[in-house]
């Protein structure tokens, strides 16, 4: 381990009393200028193999020094917590053992910038630290951002041992400086189930890269799903029969243990929990397989002891297939698009250009918006079961799980929110809508969570949770919750994948594309950060689909973004209209 460049560190702390120059270089060695996490700062979401979970800079703490003063102690216990590979061994030897017995780091991590110190007291045999912070982010056990940035100030009791002074009531969990957490943590995914069982919804939670990912992962997994207003379950047992470790062989396999509990499951409900370790355990590269044991006995729900990484994918949320568009050129004409090509329609879908103003195609069913923009016609794709449904300023027709357009208009100006099922059309309540300027509109791919932009001077992102009844129908649409990101007009939303957004914004070279996780943080894109700039031409409609994008111009021209490119304008002009595949 080196010991020279330490990660992470906090600078510039201000030390309210007199101190002698030794306690100054101490805390200046815990605190380090850095810059901001998107609620705080930059952090961005891990994706598959690249190898996030490696790194070289590593840092092992100094243990406490002899005659260290308490202002000391508490510097070199802020700076012991910075350890990487994680470790907490350094930091439980600034406390008393008793408070080493009853600290739990794993309660929860703190992500601090600006630290103060002040000596409140200092007595012969006990002395107390008021350590005050600006707090960036606060996250749970599980690794979820919860509530809680702000100001916040600790005092920590010390007592003299042997006679020297450690730790006797540290703050709770874990904490970081905001550098740290910049350079070492990563957004990753954990998987749960919907409330029926039958597909993987995505959680977005924060922890160290590193060797011990997979065991992090697991982890959180069995803590289980705590997503606020989110309807999960989970089928592993839980945190109790864990074993503590989970290791990676030479061959790739990840060796998970759950305990013996878990051979008392289903056949089916040993599936499903091997569906959420396979499809967590898919973002550490070194992964090849998982071997899933029950006390002496190992799981096979594929048939065999070690289950691929591809294996589970009935469970995984609804691919997007291709964006449709319709095009107003010398001949009006409604296709697919197949990347940069337009793609001619089935014909068994009877879809009659010249009365189509917009296309929005699900796996099984098509709605054509007619060209007065006041009627979705919605029917089988073989052109059978025709549904009309009138609509006024229409937002958003969306489909979503089970076969149902989600149709979001504003006759009046104000939301209204309609389901369009096979067997009836209904009204939903409005739900984290009411009240809201709504501009654009978004279901998840599995169905979990809404996103909406809203209009005016302060105009947001907004996300909620998709309310869905025992049997899965969808009966409503949760208390939405504003993102804290301050983009100017944010417009036509859209999920990456089930963590991850996608929208329109303001920068200074005209309006460009953001990506940010759900939970408000990660935020990227705009004109910062490296991302592929769009030229400065108004784009008005915005369409994801795994790492390609595609955007529509003030002029009706078509834009598109493929992985690792630039923007490019297509030969394809007169563009009236711009959807989602379902």
């Known amino acids: 381990p080196q010991h020279g460049a330490r990660p992470g560190r906090p600078a ?29 700062g930059p952090v961005r979401q891990v994706r598959e193999n690249e190898g996030f979970e490696q790194s070289t800079a590593l840092y092992a703490p100094a243990p406490p020094s002899p005659g260290a003063t308490p202002q000391q102690v508490v510097a070199g216990y802020l700076d012991a917590m910075l350890a990487f590979p994680p470790s907490t061994g350094v930091a439980e030897r600034y406390l008393t053992e008793d408070a080493a017995r009853r600290w739990n780091p794993a309660a929860g991590t703190q992500v601090y910038r600006d630290p103060s110190v002040a000596e409140l007291r200092t007595g012969s045999t006990s002395a107390r630290v008021r350590l005050t912070t600006q707090r960036e982010l606060r996250l749970n056990p599980s690794g979820r951002v919860a509530d809680g940035a702000g100001p916040a100030s ?28 910049t350079d070492y943590y990563r957004a990753f995914q954990v998987y749960f189930f919907d409330p029926t069982g039958s597909r993987l919804v995505a959680s977005a939670v924060h922890l160290p890269a590193g060797e011990q990912l997979a065991t992090a992962l697991v982890a959180s997994l069995a803590r289980g799903p705590s997503d606020p207003g989110a309807q999960q379950r989970t089928y592993l047992p839980g945190l109790g029969d864990l074993r503590p470790a989970v290791p990676v062989d030479r061959d790739g396999v990840a060796e998970v243990d759950l305990g013996a509990s878990a051979a008392d499951l289903s056949p089916l409900d040993q599936g499903r929990l091997s569906a959420q370790l396979v499809w967590t355990l898919r973002q ?40 449709y568009v319709v095009v107003d050129g010398r001949r009006r004409e409604a296709a697919e698009l197949d990347g940069r090509r337009l793609r001619d329609l089935p014909a068994v879908w009877d879809v009659d250009p010249d009365e189509t103003a917009e296309l929005v195609v699900g796996p099984q069913r098509l709605a054509t918006l007619s060209r007065d923009r006041e009627r979705l016609l919605v029917r089988r ?39 369009v099922e096979p067997q009836a059309t209904r009204m939903l309540p409005l739900g984290g809508l009411a009240g809201l300027d709504v501009t654009s509109f978004a279901i998840s791919p599995d169905g979990a969570r809404y996103a909406v932009t809203t209009g005016g001077v302060d105009g947001r992102v907004r996300v909620g949770a998709v309310q869905r009844s025992g049997d899965d129908a969808l009966v409503g649409l949760g208390p939405s919750r504003a993102l804290p990101w301050q983009v100017g007009r944010p417009s036509s939303v859209g999920f990456v994948d089930g963590v991850r957004l996608a929208f329109f914004g303001d920068t200074e070279l005209g309006r460009q594309v953001f990506e ?33 994008r595609w955007a529509v111009d003030r002029r009706d021209r078509l834009w598109y973004l493929g992985p690792d490119s630039t923007w490019t304008r297509l030969g394809i002009t007169r563009v009236a209209s711009l959807s989602p595949g379902g």
């Open 12 to 40: 510039g702390v201000r030390v309210t009393r007199a101190v002698r120059t030794t306690v100054v270089v101490a805390l200046l060695a815990v605190v380090s200028a850095c810059s901001a996490i998107p609620t705080g």
């Open 154 to 181: 600790w005092d920590l009791a010390l007592q003299r041992v042997d006679g020297e002074w450690r730790i006797s009531e540290p703050p709770p969990g874990l904490l970081v400086t905001e550098k740290f957490y």
């Open 284 to 323: 550490v590269s070194d992964v090849k397989g998982v071997r899933v044991g029950a006390g002496t006995t190992t799981l096979t729900p594929t048939g065999g002891a070690v289950q691929s990484m591809g294996s589970w994918s009935r469970y995984g949320p609804r691919e997007q297939g291709e964006p």
């Open 381 to 419: 794709t073989t052109g059978t079961d025709r549904v009309e449904v009138a609509v006024d300023r229409l937002v958003s027709a969306w489909w979503t799980t089970g076969d149902t357009l989600v149709v979001v208009d504003r006759p009046g100006g104000g939301p209204r929110v309609r389901v």
């Open 516 to 548: 940010g996780l759900v939970d408000g943080t990660s935020l990227e894109g705009g004109a910062a950060g490296g991302a592929p700039i769009l030229p400065d031409v108004a784009p008005r409609t915005l369409v994801v689909q795994g790492e390609r």
